[in-house]
């Protein structure tokens, strides 16, 4: 997909470098064009080295007219972004003023344009600058107008007026040309989740008798992995607390190997701590519920013909763990059922105060612990959706996409993509 990014002059220019190395890195191809005030804060050199394209700041320079005039530049874009969008552009654009390289381009394409206003929150608020905001859109109603953020601003004033972060907006970008199709990668996935770190656990836990023997269950961990890679592959920066599993650790994935349940709440709990709590906490690992109140250090005999009773005591609940100590913004879990799928999941939703339960009759074999097809129910406060039989691989991608969904909302963004 190729987006053509309109900078001009304010002090968020520097947060749309930030935003062209996200987009490059999603795969976007990236033309940066630079308004006169956005070089006094940024220099064109920063965003040639970042996009791997001169950048465009003139309307007549002959030398960049030969290789791409602004006519072809205006016809390239399949999105125009411009971050930040400041109030004297906004004023330009509302007038239709053809007098610079962006505004000539402007109104010489027809490609999609998204404006992120950031500047001053009293110049924001400022009825000139709401009126040219209303103007723009009642004369290009297919504007996307991204609302700035409110907070401390540079002159030290707190209030709206504040671009977006770059990872936000990019995902933004990103979740559009997914949901568009415009400028499709032909290979590789849409990296919507870029920017989000995300901590899953995933396979069975293994609860020590002695060296040799250990109380463990079937699950292979599949489910778990593929959400892995499909979150890694989408960008996200994840790390997979693992039980013992024979599967190959997802490339480009973090992986932390644990035994028992103990081990995996004492691994999640540091690398939570070391990331400064995660985005997304996903639940996928099938955790014993019960460990032997002792372990012995050697193998245990045989003690004549008597049968042996086990003591167990109750592991901790790593996912209630999270959800209450608030280390995730957004927490996903599972409910491996065998009866009474959906009654068990709303219950565990609400038990362990997660957002979203993903259930899975685990008595079917054909979507059993080991299969490599599942189908699920995903249980969120406001709905719940089948995703039918189809590969693990394709159900990750449907559970990443309610995470997504069920995340904008918490988050409160309008959904205007
Ligand atoms: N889970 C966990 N720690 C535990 C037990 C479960 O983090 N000690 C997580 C699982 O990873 C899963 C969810 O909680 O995401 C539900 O697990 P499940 O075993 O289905 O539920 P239980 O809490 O064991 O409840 P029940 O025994 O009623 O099925």
Known sequence: MRVLLGVTGGIAAYKAAELTRELVRGGVEVQVLMTGGAQSFVTPLTFQALSGRAVRTTLLDPDAEMGMGHIELARWADLILIAPASANTLARIAAGLADDLLGTVLLASEAPLWLAPAMNQAMWRNPMT????????????????????????ACGDVGPGRMPEPEELARR???????????????????????????????????????????????????????????????????????????????????????????????????????????????AAAVADYRPQTSATQKQKKQGDAGLTLS??????????????????????????????????RAKRQRKGVDLIVANNVSRPDIGFNSDENEVWIVSAADETLVSRQSKTAVADKILDAALAADRLKRNIEETV
């Not at 081990?263 to 070391?274: F, G, I, N, P, Y």
Request: proline share 7%; hydrophobic share 40%; aromatic share 4%.
């Open 130 to 153: 709401q009126n040219n905001v209303r103007a723009i859109q009642a004369l290009r109603p297919d504007c996307q107008i991204i609302e700035p953020d409110s907070g401390e601003q």
């Open 173 to 283: 970008v990103l979740t559009w040309q997914r949901d568009s199709g415009v400028g499709r990668p032909e290979n590789g996935p849409v990296r919507d989740l870029l920017g989000l770190r995300i901590v899953l656990t995933a396979g069975p836990t293994r609860e020590r008798l002695d060296p040799v023997r250990y109380l463990s269950n079937d699950s292979s961990g599949k489910m778990g992995y593929a959400l892995a890679a499909a979150a890694q592959q989408r960008g996200a920066q994840v790390t997979l607390v693992s039980g013992p599993v024979s599967l190959a650790p997802p490339a480009g994935v973090e992986v932390v190997p644990v035994e028992s349940a103990c081990d995996m709440l004492e691994a999640v709990r540091t690398v939570l701590q070391r990331v400064d709590g995660a985005d997304w906490f996903v639940s």
């Open 312 to 345: 167990l005591v109750q592991n901790p609940d790593i996912l209630a763990t999270v959800t209450s100590a608030r280390q995730a913004r957004l927490t996903v879990g599972f409910a491996a059922e065998t009866e009474n799928l959906l009654e068990h999941a």
